[in-house]
């Protein structure tokens, strides 16, 4: 089965500063990968996703990410935040044609002013 | 653009009572399932349904049922609920490529 790890609970960041959010997955074959991001009282948003072709995805809100597949990983970035980037992100995995996603527990991103 | 509600937001039951959570669609999706999400633990999913009267248990089904008797709605229901089912319980539907989220319902068992 797949499972997902986002390694950093709660990272903090000035407003205008880059951010990266890891995401390490476990899966044997060519997983699909998702971010979603939450924002308080909200339920949750699709960012970007990755099925196949091109490495580097870009998503809404200004986010990209990039999977890596000798490293198991699939990070979000962004290059200069904003502070309503302040949310909870999920990072997720999904095999094909199956209805199950596996999600992280969630990275806590706080901007600063 | 797909719209996902949920009947509450917030809701505070007594221990044993029985809960309803209800969650509709707009989009004719045939799929649509329940996690509930805790801190620390990010999404788990209790039910899956990919038809009207068709249901799969998902990793944590115990103390849940569900019902799926029309395609744009899917009930979760706990027969008698319990403090460790205090939760944020979050509904959705899903294309081939695609999950759309309801907004969730703050569940407090008391």
């Known amino acids: 089965a797949q499972s997902v790890t986002q390694p950093d609970i709660h990272i903090t960041v000035s407003e205008g500063a880059s951010l990266e959010l890891r995401c390490n997955y476990s899966?044997?074959?060519?997983?699909?990968l998702f971010w979603y991001v939450q924002s308080p009282g909200q339920g949750l948003q699709l960012l970007l996703k990755?099925?196949?072709?091109?490495?580097l995805v870009q998503g809404i809100k200004g986010f990209e990410a990039e999977f890596k597949r000798s490293q198991s990983s699939f990070n979000l970035r962004k290059p200069s935040v904003h502070w309503s980037d302040a949310a909870e992100y999920f990072c997720?995995?999904?095999?094909?044609?199956?209805?199950?996603?596996?999600f992280g527990a969630g990275t806590t991103v706080t901007v600063r002013a | 653009d797909v719209k996902v509600t949920q009947s509450s937001r917030y809701l505070v039951k007594r221990t044993g009572e029985k809960v309803f959570l209800e969650c509709v669609q707009d989009m004719d999706h045939e799929n649509m399932f329940w996690y509930r999400q805790d801190p620390g633990l990010g999404l788990r999913l209790i039910y899956f349904s990919y038809d009207v009267k068709m249901k799969e248990k998902g990793d944590i089904p115990e103390g849940y049922s569900v019902s799926r008797e029309k395609k744009e709605r899917f009930s979760l229901i706990l027969e008698s609920a319990s403090t460790n089912q205090t939760s944020m319980y979050l509904c959705g539907s899903k294309t081939y490529n695609e999950q759309f989220f309801g907004p969730g319902t703050r569940l407090t068992v008391l």
């Open positions: 899966y044997g074959a060519t997983p699909y």
């Open positions: 997720a995995v999904g095999v094909s044609n199956d209805y199950k996603l596996s």
């Open positions: 990755y099925f196949s072709g091109d490495t």
